[in-house]
């Protein structure tokens, strides 16, 4: 079944892989490996073991997390081919709203896109309707299925080593795998079963963070949160910083800093700053069907990996405070790529996945020193007014750099890694800017805007509206999530329709590679909504998967063959292009 050569051992056709935890983690590492495999034409088993049944309402359906999938996972996931539907998002999200004891600002998406999705990981808070397909970890395990993998619901109770394998016990049976994958989150008791088979696995540093559910109706939502992300930075003891996420029928507060209680939940929601966001007359401690203090990553694991076995997600490294699904993705990603095409054994894993570990852990200790800035900061009224007027300048000034916006939305929304942030917040024109407001005066207000519940990923345009423009200069991407577009070469006055592209399709991939104007006009054909792929993110994909580009290359090779096509059709009937 598998093959070995001195100590290296892989996998091979007819190999068998157990996933235990079929949270994000999990369900990456099995989508990407059972892609991988396909793509080499080996046939390889993969069985999820998931100890929660997401269909469900409240705690036991759900993997307690404040659900914001960020901007640059929205990004990957569309040029990988996955689109987050539509009925799994609960609201797009296209700004953020900073509050402090001095005010506010609103931070929009440096794109003006709704690029942030905020999700249930389960069904919903006790209190909602029951939609099983409204869970964004049912979607991703549901992906895993389609792809072949087998779902087992229930608990693994222990892990034993073999000579040729690893046993999995479960209630309903005990099974022999050649590898086993440790997705289980942050359990002690789950991790300590992979510490009694992998020597060298220290488990990772947790505190206790807090989340909770408040109902709200659906209009109040909208009229009081818009679509945008409440960030708090104010001073209260153990709060690092507290977010409240609008859903669709519920906001979501979570809070995060160090072993948060009930009295530090307390304080927080009877500042002002939390208080005024909601309708005057609502108790807010009487709203929430759904609390809990679950437990977060804040220090890596040690050696997540052992001959045959690795642990992924949270379980091994995540980022600090943000962006913990995107995490997931990487290490599920990157342990598929490693077992798939290096080996399975500690060896193989050490030198291919275990940097990718390391680079994260080395992100954190950056994002560690940006905290503590930040609570430096969060504890002087004169320098957070100076924050919140760098942020309220750039954000009303035409011609701005958005040098602070673009750092703190990357800092609070997990778009960027750390060391790029405090990179970005070491720029002397930040700096001076930031100083100059320090020393100014005048603390604007900006009212925040009122926005209609959205939950589509990306713009949405109209009949008709151009996307990009020929002849006008672009660097970006494009993936359809929804509806059609139609692609104009405009000649002498003549439009001719090139091609009509679909769902899941992309377009502008020429900009990326020429710095050069765009040849075609492209147009919605209906309504249509589209993401825009920043270059780096894109760039960022192929390097994690070479194949990406192979998969880019094919279409614009089919592309070229089509208008070849119509070409020779046009010199043969002298003009047979369709006219628009
Ligand atoms: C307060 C808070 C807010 C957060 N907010 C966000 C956010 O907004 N956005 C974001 O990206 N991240 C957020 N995170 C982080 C995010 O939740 C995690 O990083 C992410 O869930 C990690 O995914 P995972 O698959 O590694 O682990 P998990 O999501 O914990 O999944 C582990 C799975 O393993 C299963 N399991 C465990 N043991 C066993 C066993 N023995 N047998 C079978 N199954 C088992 C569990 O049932 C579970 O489903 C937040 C975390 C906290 C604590």
Same mark, same amino acid.
């Given at each position: 079944?598998?093959?070995?050569?001195?100590?290296?051992?892989?996998?091979?056709?007819?190999?068998?892989?157990?996933?235990?935890?079929?949270?994000?983690?999990?369900?990456?590492?099995?989508?990407?490996?059972?892609?991988?495999?396909?793509?080499?034409?080996?046939?390889?088993?993969?069985?999820?073991?998931?100890?929660?049944?997401?269909?469900?309402?409240?705690?036991?359906?759900?993997?307690?997390?404040?659900?914001?999938v960020s901007e640059s996972l929205v990004q990957k996931l569309s040029v990988d081919g996955i689109l987050i539907p539509r009925?799994v998002i609960?609201r797009s999200i296209n700004s953020?709203?900073?509050?402090?004891?001095?005010?506010?600002?609103?931070?929009q998406t440096p794109s003006q896109e709704h690029r942030i999705a905020?999700?249930?990981?389960?069904?919903?808070?006790?209190?909602?309707?029951?939609?099983?397909?409204?869970?964004?970890?049912?979607?991703?395990?549901?992906?895993?299925?389609?792809?072949?993998?087998?779902?087992?619901?229930?608990?693994?109770?222990?892990?034993?080593?073999?000579?040729?394998?690893?046993?999995?016990?479960?209630?309903?049976?005990?099974?022999?795998?050649?590898?086993?994958?440790?997705?289980?989150?942050?359990?002690?008791?789950?991790?300590?079963?992979?510490?009694?088979?992998?020597?060298?696995?220290?488990?990772?540093?947790?505190?206790?963070?807090?989340?909770?559910?408040?109902?709200?109706?659906?209009?109040?939502?909208?009229?009081?949160?818009?679509d945008?992300?409440?960030?708090?930075?104010?001073?209260?003891?153990?709060?690092?910083?507290?977010?409240?996420?609008?859903?669709?029928?519920?906001?979501?507060?979570?809070?995060? %800093? +160090?072993? &948060?209680?009930?009295? /530090?939940?307390?304080?927080?929601?009877?500042?002002?700053?939390? @208080?005024? =966001?909601?309708?005057?007359?609502?108790?807010?401690?009487?709203?929430?069907?759904?609390?809990?203090?679950?437990?977060?990553?804040?220090?890596?694991?040690?050696?997540?990996?052992?001959?045959?076995?690795?642990?992924?997600?949270?379980?091994?490294?995540?980022?600090?405070?943000?962006?913990?699904?995107g995490?997931?993705y990487?290490?599920?990603?990157?342990?598929?790529?490693?077992?798939?095409?290096?080996?399975?054994?500690?060896?193989?894993?050490?030198?291919?996945?275990?940097?990718?570990?390391?680079?994260?852990?080395?992100?954190?200790?950056? %994002? +560690?020193? &940006?905290?503590?800035? /930040?609570?430096?900061?969060?504890?002087?009224?004169?320098?957070? @007014?100076? =924050?919140?007027?760098?942020?309220?300048?750039?954000?009303?000034?035409?011609?701005?750099?958005f040098?602070?916006?673009s750092?703190?939305w990357d800092?609070?929304t997990g778009s960027e890694?750390?060391?790029?942030?405090?990179?970005?917040?070491?720029?002397?024109?930040?700096?001076?800017?930031?100083?100059?407001?320090?020393?100014?005066?005048?603390?604007?207000?900006?009212?925040?805007?009122?926005?209609?519940?959205s939950n589509g990923i990306g713009h949405l345009y109209r009949n008709g509206e151009v996307i990009i423009e020929q002849g006008t200069l672009g660097d970006c991407l494009y993936v359809i999530q929804e509806g059609k577009v139609e692609v104009i070469l405009e000649?002498?006055?003549?439009e001719v329709k090139v091609a009509e592209l679909g769902k899941s399709e992309f377009f502008g991939e020429m900009g990326l590679f020429e710095s050069d104007v765009r040849s075609c006009t492209v147009r919605a054909l209906g309504e249509a909504t589209v993401l825009t792929i920043d270059k780096k993110n894109f760039y960022e994909s192929i390097q994690n998967d070479a194949s990406l580009a192979y998969r880019l290359l094919e279409k614009m090779s089919h592309r070229l063959r089509e208008a070849?096509?119509k070409?020779?059709?046009?010199?043969?009937?002298?003009?047979?292009?369709q006219?628009s």
């Amino acid at each position: 079944m598998k093959r070995e050569s001195r100590n290296r051992i892989e996998l091979a056709d007819g190999s068998s892989i157990a996933v235990i935890g079929g949270g994000p983690a999990g369900s990456f590492f099995t989508y990407y490996a059972l892609g991988f495999a396909e793509r080499l034409g080996m046939s390889i088993s993969i069985d999820i073991y998931e100890a929660k049944d997401f269909g469900k309402i409240g705690s036991s359906g759900c993997n307690h997390c404040g659900g914001i999938v960020s901007e640059s996972l929205v990004q990957k996931l569309s040029v990988d081919g996955i689109l987050i539907p539509r009925e799994v998002i609960q609201r797009s999200i296209n700004s953020y709203t900073l509050h402090i004891e001095q005010g506010k600002a609103i931070i929009q998406t440096p794109s003006q896109e709704h690029r942030i999705a905020s999700v249930f990981r389960g069904c919903g808070p006790r209190g909602c309707t029951r939609q099983p397909e409204r869970s964004f970890d049912n979607y991703l395990l549901g992906l895993c299925q389609k792809k072949g993998a087998n779902i087992i619901r229930g608990k693994v109770s222990g892990l034993e080593r073999e000579e040729q394998g690893i046993l999995v016990k479960s209630k309903k049976d005990t099974k022999e795998y050649d590898f086993v994958v440790g997705g289980v989150g942050l359990g002690k008791k789950s991790l300590n079963m992979f510490k009694a088979i992998c020597p060298d696995f220290d488990l990772p540093k947790v505190t206790r963070a807090y989340i909770s559910e408040i109902s709200m109706k659906k209009e109040e939502i909208g009229s009081h949160f818009g679509d945008s992300m409440h960030v708090f930075l104010l001073d209260v003891p153990n709060v690092t910083f507290g977010a409240l996420i609008p859903k669709e029928n519920f906001v979501t507060l979570v809070l995060l %800093g +160090k072993d &948060i209680k009930q009295e /530090t939940v307390d304080r927080f929601l009877e500042t002002d700053e939390v @208080k005024n =966001l909601f309708p005057e007359s609502m108790v807010l401690k009487d709203s929430c069907p759904c609390k809990c203090f679950p437990l977060i990553n804040i220090r890596e694991a040690v050696s997540p990996y052992a001959d045959r076995v690795v642990m992924i997600g949270d379980s091994a490294s995540s980022k600090l405070y943000k962006n913990g699904i995107g995490a997931a993705y990487i290490s599920g990603r990157a342990a598929a790529k490693a077992a798939v095409f290096n080996g399975i054994d500690a060896r193989s894993l050490k030198s291919v996945y275990a940097p990718v570990c390391r680079d994260l852990a080395l992100d954190n200790r950056v %994002g +560690k020193l &940006i905290f503590f800035v /930040t609570k430096f900061i969060q504890k002087n009224s004169f320098l957070k @007014k100076g =924050l919140l007027r760098t942020v309220i300048k750039e954000q009303n000034s035409h011609n701005s750099k958005f040098l602070m916006s673009s750092a703190l939305w990357d800092t609070f929304t997990g778009s960027e890694g750390y060391r790029n942030i405090f990179k970005r917040f070491m720029s002397p024109s930040l700096i001076f800017n930031y100083l100059r407001s320090i020393f100014s005066s005048a603390v604007f207000s900006k009212e925040m805007q009122q926005h209609t519940s959205s939950n589509g990923i990306g713009h949405l345009y109209r009949n008709g509206e151009v996307i990009i423009e020929q002849g006008t200069l672009g660097d970006c991407l494009y993936v359809i999530q929804e509806g059609k577009v139609e692609v104009i070469l405009e000649n002498n006055d003549e439009e001719v329709k090139v091609a009509e592209l679909g769902k899941s399709e992309f377009f502008g991939e020429m900009g990326l590679f020429e710095s050069d104007v765009r040849s075609c006009t492209v147009r919605a054909l209906g309504e249509a909504t589209v993401l825009t792929i920043d270059k780096k993110n894109f760039y960022e994909s192929i390097q994690n998967d070479a194949s990406l580009a192979y998969r880019l290359l094919e279409k614009m090779s089919h592309r070229l063959r089509e208008a070849n096509l119509k070409l020779s059709n046009y010199q043969e009937d002298g003009y047979s292009y369709q006219k628009s």
